[in-house]
């Protein structure tokens, strides 16, 4: 079974850091791009940001740009997404997924498979 599992969330005071991982199991998705979104009740699935298939190229959203960095270490076949600075507009659930397009992506309908996400709780 073709499986993406994030981990890592939590909750943290306004300021604090996480760091979300997203291992993938039942195939390997060195080659694909990969990709963070999020998501809050009663809105759409915001992209965060998204690496290409060797780490190379990467791209943010305005809002987490200089705070979030995204990584990925292809031996283990994971995704890090390094959130700093948080603040409590950053709570939401986070997802990662892959997709088959080439190069780097944002759009989530571009995404061929999901994890199941994590949940970031920022407080004030």
């Known amino acids: 079974q073709v499986r993406l599992v994030e981990s890592g969330g939590g909750l943290v005071q306004a300021g604090g850091s996480l760091r979300l991982s997203c291992a993938a199991s039942g195939r390997t998705f060195n080659s694909n791009p990969m990709a963070w979104f999020r998501q809050v009740p009663g809105k759409e699935r915001e992209f965060v940001a998204a690496?290409?298939?060797?780490?190379?190229?990467?791209y943010y959203a305005d809002s987490v740009k200089d705070r979030f960095i995204i990584s990925r270490e292809h031996a283990k076949h994971t995704v890090y997404l390094q959130i700093n600075s948080l603040k409590p507009a950053d709570t939401a659930v986070y997802h990662c997924?892959?997709?088959?397009?080439?190069?780097?992506?944002?759009?989530?309908?571009?995404?061929?498979?999901w994890g199941q996400g994590t949940q970031v709780t920022v407080s004030s």
């Open positions: 690496i290409n298939w060797n780490g190379g190229s990467t």
């Open positions: 997924a892959a997709s088959t397009c080439t190069g780097i992506y944002s759009n989530a309908s571009q995404s061929s498979n």
